[in-house]
């Protein structure tokens, strides 16, 4: 591959974009989530390399592709029966051009190389967004904790650690939760770090209160993408009040949107799990959310028990055979996708635009296709993507290691407040970089520019490395 300084209007940058992309897949064949990810920072980044032809001569695209360290390892553990199981386990450690690793563990039955990697990939511009010191990784394994014993979680996470605490630490990597690690599974992680190391640090994000925790993280991610969607209405001169929402999921992110829309006058209609969808057509309110956080947070169970209880509701199994989501087919005004990647499809899309949907904010990692978010950007929705509108989580992640660093713990309305002001700070460098780079109104180029330039200049600072 040539590493020929290009000339602004060539042609170069276009087809040295292309050729990393291929160099990417032949690299790391199939993981089309990676790919995919990969894909749309790429996309953006043409408009980059006109003016700034030296990330091509160092390679830049090249280097920030490629993982700088990828550990899998082992996890064997005994289950109540006293029969041996064994999980793999993975960290992914992306990039740290521009502080120490930071990003979630997830516990799933579909996590592999390629999803940790395109997760891993989305973390390192969502960090640099945020406008705190951390770089991207991201981690965790194939056990499922569903429907394991708390002597099974604790177990399986204290033999994870065993090996994975010889990578991480407060100044080298922070892990942090993701699907299928909540407090619970932080709470077993961080004690067995602390008896293998023999030290008490901020290693882990996302802790309890008593012990090193910061209030506000549990609801950060959520909040965090309302205030985002917030943002996106403020420059139409709209609000959010009355707005009936349509929010994925039925964890963690899915339950503070809800919560915030609530304080800000919208009207949720929707969550969902595995099994299906729940629409509540009358909204959810305070006493219908404090029982799913009941229902899902302590009793561990499906979100049709809902509609056992509220009598109006309504529960869409799922049908694994359909080509679309029904959720995304109730007629709204706001989307949250807050579940999963790839949950809203071309189809889905369409459907909402069809339905008049006008904003578009992502809860979870990388919720919509390719597909789909060519016709929100092209139908003028105001969308705003994952690695902006869901960074409130890991900005109060980085709040929470700001504290265990002062040894000192802020007021829930401090924390607050520092997460709706990094918020709109993301919101104004993604519109912002949209328009200097001549696509007003696309936030996913202006996120994707914004969270690439500080990350690639200080690649070039730091040399070849």
């Known amino acids: 591959m040539s590493t020929t300084l290009t000339r602004p209007g060539t042609k170069a940058p276009a087809e040295y974009v292309e050729q990393v992309m291929a160099l990417v897949k032949a690299k790391n064949p199939a993981e089309p989530e990676f790919h995919q990810a990969v894909q749309e920072v790429l996309d953006s980044l043409r408009l980059v390399l006109q003016r700034h032809p030296e990330y091509k001569e160092a390679k830049i695209l090249e280097r920030i592709t490629e993982p700088e360290r990828v550990v899998m390892f082992r996890v064997p553990w005994f289950d109540d029966h006293g029969e041996i199981q064994v999980n793999r386990g993975f960290r992914i450690e992306m990039n740290s051009a521009i502080g120490p690793y930071k990003g979630g563990l997830r516990f799933h039955p579909s996590v592999n190389l390629g999803i940790l990697k395109f997760l891993a990939f989305e973390q390192v511009f969502k960090n640099s967004l945020t406008t705190l010191p951390m770089g991207g990784g991201k981690g965790g394994s194939d056990f499922d904790p569903k429907g394991k014993s708390d002597n099974e979680v604790m177990r399986f996470c204290q033999s994870f650690m065993t090996e994975l605490q010889r990578h991480i630490g407060p100044d080298t990597d922070v892990p942090a939760g993701d699907i299928g690690v909540g407090g619970r599974e932080i709470g077993y992680l961080f004690g067995q770090y602390k008896r293998l190391r023999n030290e008490f640090t901020g290693v882990l994000t996302g802790k309890g209160l008593a012990w090193g925790g910061s209030l506000i993280r549990p609801e950060a991610t959520g909040y965090g993408c309302v205030y985002f969607a917030q943002e996106m209405l403020k420059t139409k001169k709209d609000s959010l009040e009355g707005k009936i929402c349509l ?3 039925s964890g963690n992110v899915s339950q503070y949107t809800v919560e915030k829309l609530l304080d800000l006058r919208a009207k949720p209609v929707t969550f969902s799990d595995s099994d299906g969808v729940m629409y509540d057509p009358d909204g ?3 006493e219908k959310l404090a029982f799913v956080m009941e229902l899902k947070n302590a009793r561990r169970g499906r979100i049709r028990e809902y509609t056992e209880k509220f009598k109006k509701a309504i529960f869409i199994p799922t049908d694994v055979k359909l080509d679309h989501n029904p959720l995304w087919a109730i007629k709204a005004d706001c989307a949250f996708p807050s579940a999963t990647q790839n949950e809203i499809n071309a189809k889905d899309a369409k459907t909402l635009i069809d339905n008049g949907i006008t904003v578009v ?8 296709t390719l597909e789909a978010t ?29 504290q265990n660093s002062q040894r000192m713990a802020w ?3 401090e924390v ?12 104004k460098n993604c519109y ?5 780079y001549g696509t007003p109104g696309n936030l996913v180029n202006g996120a994707n520019i914004g969270g690439f330039l500080k990350v690639a200049n200080s690649m070039l600072d730091q040399g070849l490395v």
């Open 374 to 402: 060519k016709l929100f950007l092209e139908a003028r929705v105001l969308y705003g993507p994952a690695k902006a509108a869901n960074a409130g989580g890991v900005a109060t992640s980085g709040l929470e290691m700001a």
């Open 416 to 427: 607050d407040d520092k997460l709706h002001k990094i918020m709109i700070a993301i919101h």
């Open 284 to 286: 959810i309110d305070r």
């Open 411 to 413: 007021t829930r309305e």
């Open 432 to 436: 912002e970089t949209a328009q200097e």
């Open 247 to 249: 929010v994925s999921g």
């Open 361 to 368: 904010a992502e809860g979870a990692n990388m919720p919509s």
